[in-house]
């Protein structure tokens, strides 16, 4: 029923109007889009003997398109708006809407910063990665466009923030390709790396001459070493021309002299050059530069037939289009062009299947990450014209949810039983799925506050900009300026290497403390050590001394932050990670695995406590409305987005007439499973 | 081979309220021992091998793949491409050599065993985390259960009131409970310093209020628990939480999780980092009858500055792992305790122009202490430069089989998956290593 191989023949037919789109999608473009989606799936369910869910009522659809659009519940304002609308097309329009709206901004970001293992806090280039990829997809810059930026990255992290892609992985290039190939081609083959992929037809080999595409990459920053340069050059010039042309002249008589001369001048040169080095140690944290002159080797214990330890490997692809004998200034380029060419195999598939996940909670092909040559999709006429799509919308990934937002799937009740992990699913209709972390924490706020925007607050961009202006202004430094900075940071260094060593000595003393005594005044001696080492350490650097360092962002004092606008991961034991945030270490690491802690943060954590106190915005509405009717609506629609049935009523009337009753019930309704699953 | 776990709660209860009135004590600390009848009885054939002492498992990870030259496994006749500025120390135990950032560690050598020989081909983070954790090479159809789990669903909770399986400062897409039912995953603590959040009711909520609220609770799902609860587990994993998390509310043992109830002493010993807290409220958690507690510790993935970040990392390791034998000892718990030291792989032996060290999946180093295993050992051997493995090779599912052996599980007992496939603890193949025990 899953496999029926005539998909040419139909996605021909719908390539020409898709081909000649323009954004935003056309009304009838998108319905027919959709209207295509619906019919293959349906097509498909009849010939397996077998029909689709039923359409949710608009309650569900409501909450189904906020949560999975734009991340959050709808206010009960907003609720009200679309249950007592009329209008007949009030689902599409909604989506639209939603669509459109920075909400949608926001939670795309939180899932592809998770997809790609965003850490804002690292180093510096991490705010700048974040921020890039913020205003990227808020943009609508094309998703080849946006993976092609990434994946030909180059210099400091001020010129081009996408060269976080490869910070983020900072002397581990092996491994961000191995990521690489299976976030954008969903090919895993990083088992390759260490030996012949065991039931993969990769060898070492193979994954070696694709991985040498990035052979070249180095972590240091030329925008440093060309500055070092110019500077030791002006210094010893002027100091050269400040000893006079006779000097030279008499040592030019000789020529052993001159040799002489000019070794101590290399060496003079080098000493001051290393005097500059301290100020620009974030540099090279911070950028990334290309050697034509590195080639990837074979490792040292390679055991293979096909190579010798420590041999240089040529760039090759190994699927796709066939490309080698790449010049080596062009290897990166020509790597992000083949991954992201519409010709790509898997690059358009890959992209549309993970959406297509997103979207109804289960992929076409599933795993979505773990693709071979001979994957088989549960539905290849659907999957193929979701790579028509994609093409035909230029990577829009706006656009392309925007059709999946709007196809019958959509408005189809949920699925009363999972789906079994890696096997094909027929989409009678979508997934049950538990709300994300983050999706959690925007509808607190959504509960907390009345109103919630959702446009992004300029905390982040702010930061990254003075940052920027920073490194500037430091490039643009003028030389003597660059002494006196060299001098502080030598000196920092030195108060570095001493604090460090007193760390070791306490450490050492610690270990061989004997009795309890010994051991309370040695724990107290290393805690000092240590206190002097991270102040000594904070100190050594002069660029993180006079740029923002890394608590940058917004401050949350309100707690009025969507998930988004925080830096990421959030803290271990915070709410958000209680709840499975990602911790950004591997890719798409967000996790609903159900948990003793997040039951009793809902049952007791005071922050979760929506109704009692002076803050809550739903505890003071709750108080001012007169009669028991009004008071269990605005509970329902806050809540469950939809008024109470007529068993509801009838069973907690009652309760909404005394103000311990409904607090209680508000609280149980906040801990109910029809609050925390998205339906 | 169950047991019957009442008798030994009503015991439990029986002796803690008699040592509170009769003697004003709390038990815990050295009386935990009173306790120490096992849950299940071990099979006599694997106690006849020495194995099936351990009652618990204290399961660290070093997370990033812990270099092995540089730490259990030092080669101070290596070239130096190979050695770097790493020195061995002689031990306590005769014959065996540490890396010079374990001086702690040395002293306690008498207690431990050195696996040197592990071997698997997973070098990925991903994959071989998952391996050392599950036994098993990551599948797309179905998650196995990590070690933890197994030891909860086998040997059964001591301590009704708490869980059998606790994670401290575990990463994401840790394998837990894998394909097991929702009550053998780990109880996840996040940050040891802050313990179990949120476990008392809210100030401003009475005791009716609170009943009230939780039979609210089903009474509002009760549409949605008849659709969804037969053929969603997660949904029966929410509902399934609940009743634990109000079990646990009641709890007396709640002080386990609790850091502030140490003295301040012993908090300083394990040191101020949170993984040494971590590694002390695993301690805390077994002496009131937790199964496994696993304490997680990132931040081993050197591909740079191998020996700078070892000098951070390596002596907070050490002070939390020495302080932990010693006081296990101190307790008269080591014997009951099984402390193991575990991660994904090894760090290749040539030093990288960056002064680092890569993944090393081919030949690494893992350890064992207490619960029934002979300390002073060294089990494997690795060549000249650590870079193969000469003697008992060891792969993930052994090394799983010997935490079952251990504890006197069966490692090769089939567990079937809900897709009807049998998985053991001891993964498809593996074999305790018996030689190391008794």
């Known amino acids: 029923m899953f496999t029926t191989p005539r998909l040419l023949a139909l996605t021909t037919f719908v390539l020409t109007p898709l081909a000649a789109w323009s954004k935003p999608l056309p009304e009838a473009t998108v319905e027919q889009a959709a209207a295509r989606i619906d019919s293959l799936l349906e097509a498909d369910l009849k010939r397996a003997g077998s029909t689709p869910n039923p359409r949710v009522d608009d309650a569900t659809f409501l909450r189904r398109a906020y949560l999975g659009i734009v991340g959050r519940i709808p206010s009960e304002a907003e609720a009200l708006a679309f249950l007592d609308d009329r209008a007949g097309d009030k689902r599409s329009a909604l989506v639209d809407r939603l669509v459109a709206s920075p909400g949608f901004d926001s939670h795309l970001f939180n899932w592809t910063a998770d997809l790609l293992r965003v850490q804002t806090r690292q180093e510096q280039f991490g705010l700048g990665w974040h921020v890039w990829l913020r205003q990227s997809l808020a943009g609508d810059t094309p998703w080849d466009q946006l993976v092609s930026e990434m994946l030909g990255a180059t210099g400091h992290c001020v010129t081009d923030p996408a060269v976080g892609y490869y910070l983020r992985d900072r002397n581990m290039q092996l491994d961000n390709f191995s990521n690489s190939m299976q976030v954008f081609l969903g090919r895993q083959i990083g088992c390759a790396q260490c030996h012949d992929h065991p039931f993969d037809t990769w060898t070492q080999y193979d994954y070696y001459q694709m991985a040498a595409f990035g052979g070249g990459i180095e972590y240091r920053s030329k925008e440093a070493q060309d500055l070092i340069r110019k500077t030791v050059q002006e210094l010893s010039s002027s100091k050269t021309a400040a000893n006079g042309p006779r000097e030279i002249k008499a040592a030019g008589k000789n020529k052993n002299a001159e040799k002489k001369r000019r070794r101590e001048l290399q060496r003079a040169n080098k000493t001051l050059a290393g005097q500059f080095r301290p100020i620009f140690k974030d540099f090279n944290k911070n950028a990334i530069l290309d050697d034509p002159g590195a080639m990837l080797k074979l490792p040292d214990d390679y055991q293979y037939r096909d190579g010798k330890p420590g041999e240089i490997v040529a760039a090759e692809t190994l699927f796709g289009e066939k490309i080698s004998g790449v010049a080596p200034e062009d290897r990166r380029e020509t790597f992000a062009a083949w991954v992201t060419s519409p010709d790509n195999p898997y690059f358009t598939k890959v992209i549309a299947n993970r959406l297509w996940a997103r979207t109804f909670g289960h992929g076409l092909v599933d795993p979505v990450d773990d693709w071979s040559e001979d994957t088989v999709p549960s539905h290849p006429e659907v999957l193929a014209y979701l790579d028509t799509t994609m093409k035909g919308v230029g990577y829009d990934l706006r656009q392309f949810l925007r059709i999946l937002y709007r196809t019958r799937l959509f408005e189809r009740e949920c699925l009363d039983e999972e789906p079994a992990m890696g096997m094909p699913l027929a989409f009678r209709g979508p997934t049950l799925t538990r709300m994300s972390a983050e999706q959690l924490h925007d509808s607190f706020l959504v509960l907390t506050r009345s109103s919630i925007d959702d446009s992004p607050t300029p905390a982040f961009t702010k930061s990254w900009d003075a940052y920027r202006q920073q490194v500037t202004n430091l490039l643009n430094a003028e030389t003597r300026d660059l002494v006196l900075l060299g001098e502080s940071a030598r000196q920092g260094e030195k108060l570095l290497r001493e604090a460090q060593a007193g760390l070791r000595a306490a450490q050492k003393a610690r270990a061989v403390a004997g009795t309890p005594a010994e051991r309370s005044a040695a724990q107290a001696e290393f805690q000092h050590a240590r206190e002097e080492f991270l102040a000594a350490r904070k100190q050594a650097d002069p660029l993180r001394a006079m740029q923002m360092g890394k608590r940058a962002g917004a401050r949350d004092n309100n707690g009025s932050l969507r998930a988004s606008e925080h830096p990421a991961p959030f803290n271990p034991g915070s709410l958000v990670r209680e709840f499975g945030g990602s911790d950004r270490q591997t890719p798409s690491s967000s996790d609903t695995t159900a948990t003793v802690p997040q039951a009793l943060a809902l049952l007791n954590n005071p922050k979760t406590d929506i109704v009692a106190g002076k803050k809550s915005m739903l505890g003071r509405q709750l108080a001012n409305l007169k009669t028991p009717r009004e008071r269990l609506d605005c509970l329902f629609l806050t809540l469950f987005s939809q008024r109470p049935d007529a068993a509801e009523q009838e069973r907690f009337l009652p309760l909404a007439k005394d103000p311990t009753a409904l607090r209680d019930l508000a609280r149980a309704m906040m801990t109910s499973n029809r609050f925390l699953f998205i339906q | ?438």
């Open chain 2, 1 to 438: 081979m169950r047991p019957n776990q009442l008798d030994e709660i009503n015991r439990r209860d029986f002796l803690s309220r008699t040592a509170r009135t009769c003697f004003g004590l709390t038990i815990g600390g050295s009386m935990a021992k009173l306790f120490d009848s096992p849950a299940f009885a071990a099979d006599p054939a694997v106690v006849q091998a020495g194995g099936g002492k351990a009652k618990h498992v204290i399961y660290l990870y070093m997370s990033g793949g812990m270099t092995h030259l540089d730490t259990f496994d030092p080669k101070p006749d290596a070239p130096s491409e190979y050695r770097g500025p790493v020195k061995a120390i002689s031990t306590k135990a005769d014959g065996i050599q540490l890396g010079h950032c374990l001086p702690g560690l040395a002293k306690h050598a008498d207690k431990i065993a050195l696996i040197r020989s592990l071997s698997t081909t997973q070098g990925a983070h991903e994959q071989g985390k998952y391996l050392m954790h599950t036994g098993y090479a990551p599948r797309g159809t179905v998650t196995h259960p990590s070690s933890g789990s197994w030891v909860a669903k086998l040997a059964g909770r001591i301590n009704a009131d708490l869980p059998p399986f606790v994670l401290v400062g575990g990463a994401n897409r840790h394998p837990g409970g894998g394909f097991f039912e929702p009550e053998f995953s780990p109880l996840p603590i996040g940050d040891p310093e802050l313990g179990l959040q949120n476990i008392r009711r809210r100030s401003n909520t009475t005791d009716d209020s609170f009943k009230r609220q939780l039979d609210l609770r089903r009474e509002l799902d009760h549409d949605f628990d008849t659709r969804y609860h037969k053929g969603q587990k997660s949904v029966r994993a929410y509902n399934e939480v609940y009743d634990a998390a109000v079990t646990m509310m009641n709890s007396k043992d709640l002080e386990a999780f609790d850091l502030s109830k140490e003295p301040a002493d012993s908090r300083a010993a394990y040191g101020s980092e949170r993984f040494g807290q971590g590694v002390l409220l695993a301690r805390r958690l077994v002496e009131r009858g937790v199964r496994f507690v696993e304490v997680e510790y990132g931040g081993f993935d050197w591909h740079a500055d191998n020996f700078e970040q070892m000098e951070e990392k390596i002596p907070v390791l050490d002070q939390a792992l020495s302080t932990l034998l010693s006081d296990l000892a101190a307790r008269g718990l080591l014997d009951s305790t099984l402390v193991v030291v575990a991660t994904e792989f090894g760090r290749s032996p040539k030093i990288t122009p960056n002064a680092g060290r890569n993944h090393f999946p081919k030949a690494f180093s893992c350890m064992l202490a207490g619960g029934g295993v002979r300390g002073g050992q060294v089990y494997g051997a690795t060549d000249k430069t650590g870079s193969n493995v000469i003697e008992n090779k060891v792969g993930a599912a052994d090394f799983n089989a010997t935490i079952a052996f251990s504890l006197g599980l069966p490692h090769d007992l089939p567990v079937m998956s809900p897709a009807k496939r049998p998985f053991k603890m001891g993964g498809q193949e593996g074999k305790p290593i018996t030689a190391i025990f008794g």
